[in-house]
């Protein structure tokens, strides 16, 4: 199972664009990935997954190099409410289990007016 | 937002008693999961569910027992609680079935347990 790290912590300011880069260097050919947000006294929430190359929704961006053992996770023009924890996965296409569902510790961002 | 409710939102018990908190969802999913998450250890897999009486264990499965006898209702239990089991609890559910990619855990508001 890949491991996955990313930063403990970030700060930002509002209306700036914050990327999140998580590591799986050891990510498998069918592993994908995907990104929670978990806000305080809230359950994580999905936000974004990919297997490669850009994926973009109303939320964020998620970008995917070819070798694919590194990922970002683009917010643009974040708010005072885009303060939380980010949890970056690297989920095999089992079709089942808990294989990847570990969470880690996440990024906390912190955005500040 | 999926339907997940768990029950009790807010738990005080004492040392040694036995305490169960339920996860009720409304979506049908096969797989449902219960996380503790603490300060400075992010979220850990407790137990989780594949099916009605299908349960396998997370990584922090000692003290902690599941059940599951209908697809909706996934209830964990602390048969003598514990101080170091004072977290707060977080069910989640997914249609794994589907394939993980189109699958991701949709979780409850959570259960905040405190052991005297």
């Known amino acids: 199972l890949a491991k996955t790290t990313q930063p403990i912590s970030m700060d930002s300011y509002e209306g700036q664009e914050v990327n999140i880069t998580c590591s799986h260097n050891n990510i498998a050919t069918n592993d994908y990935i995907t990104w929670y947000q978990q806000f305080p006294s809230q359950g994580p929430r999905f936000i974004i997954q990919g297997y490669k190359t850009k994926v973009t929704n109303e939320v964020a961006s998620l970008f995917i190099p070819a070798d694919r053992k590194s990922s970002t996770l683009s917010l643009p023009r974040v708010s005072l409410s885009d303060t939380a924890v980010y949890y970056c996965l690297v989920v095999p296409d089992s079709g089942g289990g808990a294989d990847g569902l570990t969470f880690g510790k996440g990024t906390h961002l912190i955005i500040q007016p | 937002d999926a339907g997940i409710t768990q029950s009790p939102r807010h738990k005080v018990t004492e040392t040694g008693t036995p305490v169960t908190l339920r996860c009720h969802q409304t979506?049908?999913?096969?797989?449902m999961y219960w996380y503790r998450q603490d300060p400075g250890h992010g979220l850990r897999l407790i137990h989780y569910?594949?099916?009605?009486?299908?349960?396998d264990k997370g990584e922090v499965s000692d003290g902690y027992s599941v059940s599951r006898s209908k697809t909706e209702d996934f209830l964990l239990t602390l048969e003598s609680a514990t101080s170091s089991q004072t977290s707060v609890y977080f069910c989640a559910i997914s249609d794994r079935d589907r394939g993980s990619y189109n699958s991701p855990l949709h979780f409850g508001n959570g259960t905040r347990l405190t052991v005297t």
């Open positions: 569910s594949y099916g009605v009486k299908d349960t």
């Open positions: 979506e049908n999913h096969r797989y």
